[in-house]
């Protein structure tokens, strides 16, 4: 598990469009000498490493050892939104990259465990922070500094938190500081006095069904049957995934089957939803891409 790997920078807006194309250049670009990454990429050493890391978090890049030195290459998901949407503008581009960072328990635990155990709605750096702790030591056999911990609490809300509604006093027209994670309005800041943060569930209808069909696709796992219940409460699901309660997950649903995607059964007390298709992750995701062109938010499967 790799705690603080994102060196205190949250991802910032044209990073991860940055470190595609440099990758696409040169593959070993982060750990070269010769041009030094810093020079290529315009940012400090901290920064660079920050950068490195979240392009592995966030599923579009591996590192690999090719003939005894380190490469990163794209992932398939990483060559698909490099093709479909290489400057990173899409909404549904960051929900399906925000899926891959929560649900990559070794790199991003912190994420992982926010949305997946920390089941407080409203909270502050103390609850936070020991409930992270508490979890690291009872769960894993992992021993963490609680300044790590603490880092990746400034992180994530900063992360999903937009600069505006932290420091509304600090905040220019130019400002370029912002996470762009910030529009998926997952993390609010409830009190800003005493700095209390709420868990947001999201409008359905910022979610793309496409989106969403490939998540639940990837959970299945080759299975074509699953209860209500157990995509609201299973780790990395969509429920946990993106904060729904079971209204707005039942209102997702809902609009999958409206779009023909999947079936549900809510006779006796059975609320299960059944896949008709052989639906692929990947395939799913650059569906919703050429969907983009059509102008459609979703289509008939």
């Known amino acids: 598990m790799k705690f603080r790997g994102h060196e205190t920078f949250h991802i910032r807006q044209g990073w991860l469009f940055k470190g595609l194309k440099q990758i696409e250049k040169k593959e070993d670009i982060f750990l070269s000498k010769d041009p030094k990454p810093t020079d290529v990429l315009g940012m400090g050493n901290n920064m660079v490493k920050s950068l490195r890391y979240w392009l592995q978090a966030v599923g579009l890049t591996q590192e690999k050892q090719v003939k005894r030195k380190t490469v990163q290459k794209l992932t398939d998901l990483g060559e698909i939104i490099w093709d479909k949407d290489k400057y990173i503008e899409e909404l549904g581009t960051y929900w399906i990259l925000h899926y891959e960072l929560v649900s990559n328990n070794q790199l991003a635990p912190t994420w992982n465990w926010f949305f997946n155990h920390f089941n407080i709605k409203e909270f502050n750096k103390e609850d936070f922070v020991n409930s992270l702790q508490s979890y690291v030591k009872f769960e894993t056999e992992t021993k963490v500094a609680k300044s790590s911990l603490d880092s990746?609490?400034?992180?994530?809300?900063?992360?999903?938190?937009?600069?505006?509604?932290?420091?509304?006093?600090?905040?220019?027209?130019?400002?370029?500081?912002?996470?762009?994670?910030?529009?998926?309005?997952?993390?609010?800041?409830?009190?800003?006095?005493?700095?209390?943060?709420?868990?947001?569930?999201?409008?359905?209808?910022?979610?793309?069904?496409?989106?969403?069909?490939?998540?639940?696709?990837?959970?299945?796992?080759?299975?074509k049957e699953v209860s209500i219940n157990e995509i609201l409460t299973s780790c990395n699901n969509l429920g946990k995934v993106f904060s729904l309660n079971i209204n707005t997950l039942n209102a997702l649903l809902d609009e999958l089957k409206q779009l023909g995607y999947i079936t549900i059964n809510r006779t006796a007390g059975l609320d299960v939803v059944n896949l008709p298709n052989d639906y692929k992750y990947l395939t799913l995701i650059e569906q919703y891409y050429n969907d983009l062109n059509t102008g459609l938010r979703g289509e008939h499967a």
């Open 152 to 223: 990746d609490f400034s992180c994530l809300v900063n992360f999903y938190v937009p600069r505006r509604v932290m420091h509304p006093d600090k905040i220019s027209p130019e400002d370029t500081l912002d996470c762009p994670f910030g529009q998926l309005d997952l993390v609010g800041l409830k009190d800003r006095k005493e700095r209390v943060y709420i868990k947001k569930t999201p409008k359905v209808s910022n979610i793309p069904p496409k989106i969403a069909l490939a998540i639940l696709v990837k959970n299945l796992d080759g299975r």
